[in-house]
């Protein structure tokens, strides 16, 4: 009986891939672009919630810069 296998190592090297491609574009597109369009407002909102998930990857002081 063959062992059982965990995936694929390309199917993870794609998930890391894509994880990072989303990070991103996030990171360089979207929120520019929300700070540009919604300024303090967006700011204030984007220091109490979470990128993805609820309270994970919120910016702070050190994230906006001055």
Known sequence: ???PTTGSPIAVVGLVA????IELQVRIIEEPHLIK???ATY???STRVGRFLPGIGRLNEQTIGP
Do not use: R
């Open 1 to 3: 009986m063959p062992a």
């Open 18 to 21: 894509l994880v990072v491609a």
């Open 37 to 39: 369009l919604h300024g």
């Open 43 to 45: 700011l204030d909102y």
